[in-house]
């Protein structure tokens, strides 16, 4: 069977890690199987180098009615049986349209809920479209089950939605050696290190936890904080922003800005607690790549988070945008090295257990194998 995956571009994301683990899964598999994205950029190289077609359409607005056009005839032309998407509305919309249009079938990853402008004019069409084309798909695929349930709320079919959590692979992140990250950014050895990585965005919480690592006490003054991740919605302006905000808050020495790296994952090993206040997720992979690794996670209980991080058993939890629980938490992680101990060896054993990709890959390969007897 061919497979097509549709992204929402072509840098790094949590949506793409995954397409590209099914995409192996796939082909190990048997499948056929190649990539559609708007643009180029750093997750389209990792394609290149592990040698997966990629094709270029945009149809990430919904008023690229060409592009829609062009999505069917790119379909067609390479004979594909089943678009996966694994992008957001608009994309959806119009990717479901082009892969029926085409005659092949769907399946529409859903990798965090909705989010529509405030204004009724404007919101309800897109959910009338984005509803009426759910139901033209074969399965509507959840990360989480708070992703799940989001989707039913706004008015999907409950009959094809299900949840299928993300999940990594515990044993090959443990078999990348650490880059020494410490080393490289002058950060002392007995120092204690938290970290963010993820996308710089006000949704991500980056400004929340700047603001409260500032509010810890004196007595934690050995603390540094790594954020990894590139400002790629606002064209640098945004990291300008925590930066001058580090420095207000007089943090400027010890916040450790890396930008975009490829090896975020194998970085999480030198950090002492993972630290993700975002107000919106779906089931966050560096979330499972931190447990995976053993080190607690402090977030907020937003999404699928709480799915994967037990509040108090394998990691701290607390409420968006409140600065003073998340200082609070942050303060019981960077005293207690007997309690980042023993949070860190329970996330471990839960992602094993409960988040694993294998497993992950294999419900999605057994939806394949429905769609190509024609279930």
């Given at each position: 069977m061919r497979v097509a995956h549709l992204v929402t571009s072509g840098d790094q994301a949590g949506g793409q890690a995954v397409a590209l683990t099914l995409a192996r899964a796939a082909r190990a598999a048997g499948h056929d199987v190649l990539f559609v994205?708007?643009?180029?950029?750093?997750?389209?190289?990792?394609?290149?180098?592990?040698?997966?077609?990629t094709r270029f359409v945009d149809v990430t607005r919904t008023t690229r009615w060409r592009d829609c056009v062009r999505l069917r005839q790119l379909l067609r032309g390479l004979d594909v049986d089943l678009l996966h998407t694994h992008v957001h509305v608009a994309a959806g919309v119009l990717g479901r349209l082009a892969g029926r249009a085409a005659g092949s079938a769907v399946v529409s990853h859903l990798h965090i809920e909705n989010h529509f402008r405030p204004?009724?004019?404007?919101?309800?069409?897109?959910?009338?479209?984005?509803?009426?084309?759910a139901r033209l798909c074969t399965r509507l695929?959840?990360?989480?089950?708070?992703?799940?349930?989001a989707?039913?709320?706004?008015g999907f079919p409950p009959r094809l939605l299900e949840t299928v959590h993300n999940g990594v692979d515990v044993g090959a992140l443990a078999a990348v050696p650490p880059p020494d990250?410490?080393?490289?950014?002058?950060?002392?050895a007995d120092a204690l290190v938290l970290g963010h990585?993820?996308?710089?965005?006000?949704v991500k919480g980056q400004r929340q936890l700047l603001e409260a690592v500032a509010r810890l006490p004196a007595a934690t003054a050995a603390v540094h904080v790594v954020v990894i991740g590139a400002d790629t919605e606002a064209d640098g302006a945004y990291a300008a922003e925590l930066g001058r905000l580090a420095a207000r808050l007089g943090l400027g020495e010890t916040v450790h800005f890396t930008g975009f790296r490829d090896d975020a994952a194998a970085a999480i090993q030198e950090l002492d607690a993972l630290?993700?206040?975002?107000?919106?997720?779906?089931?966050?992979?560096?979330?499972?790549?931190?447990?995976?690794?053993?080190?607690?996670?402090v977030a907020t209980a937003v999404g699928g988070t709480p799915e994967a991080v037990l509040d108090g058993e394998t990691g701290l939890l607390v409420p968006p945008d409140d600065v003073a629980a998340l200082a609070a938490a942050l303060e019981r992680i960077v005293s207690d090295a007997h309690l980042r101990r023993n949070l860190g060896r329970a996330a471990r054993l839960r992602v094993a257990e409960h988040f694993d990709a294998g497993r992950m890959a294999q419900r999605v390969l057994e939806v394949y194998e429905n769609v190509e007897r024609g279930h």
């Open positions: 994205s708007p643009t180029s950029g750093a997750f389209v190289a990792q394609l290149t180098r592990e040698r997966f077609e204004q009724r004019w404007a919101r309800a069409p897109l959910i009338a479209l984005d509803n009426g084309t695929l959840a990360v989480s089950d708070a992703t799940r349930l989707f039913e709320r706004q990250l410490r080393a490289e950014l002058g950060i002392p990585v993820g996308r710089l965005a006000p630290v993700l206040p975002s107000s919106i997720e779906g089931l966050p992979l560096v979330v499972l790549e931190a447990m995976a690794h053993a080190k607690p996670v």
